[in-house]
């Protein structure tokens, strides 16, 4: 019998989603690509850019997409379609907010 671990293998997807995406367009910094149905969606590490922001707003400005400010939930979403896929970058504004939002999801 054939054993796929799942997570192992969503983890190695997003990889190559990454490499891919990323390889597209060489002059941005590299994210974290993930692709789900039709949606292919990109967070903005913190502890890896001092400014996320900006790192969101170059993807936002080479992908087209809109602003979808979430200031409620401390996270701002640049979204969009490309081929018919949804097109997501995001990043944490208010670590606070997030923080409470995801342990309130949890609950």
């Not at 990454?18 to 590490?45: H, K, M």
């Not at 400014?51 to 997409?65: G, H, I, K, M, N």
């Not at 979204?79 to 995001?90: D, I, L, M």
């Amino acid at each position: 019998m054939v054993e796929i671990n799942y997570t192992q293998l969503q983890v190695r997807l997003a990889e190559t989603t990454s490499t891919f995406v990323n390889g597209c367009a060489p002059d941005l910094p590299p994210l974290y690509w993930i692709s789900r149905d039709t949606e292919l969606i990109a967070q903005v590490p913190e502890a890896e850019y001092a400014d996320p922001e900006s790192v969101a707003q170059q993807w936002r400005a080479a992908l087209s997409l809109n602003d979808c400010e979430d200031s409620d939930h401390g996270t701002r979403t640049f979204a969009g379609t490309w081929k018919s896929r949804r097109v997501e970058v995001w990043y944490v504004t208010d670590r606070a907010k997030f923080e409470y939002r995801i342990q309130r999801s949890a609950s």
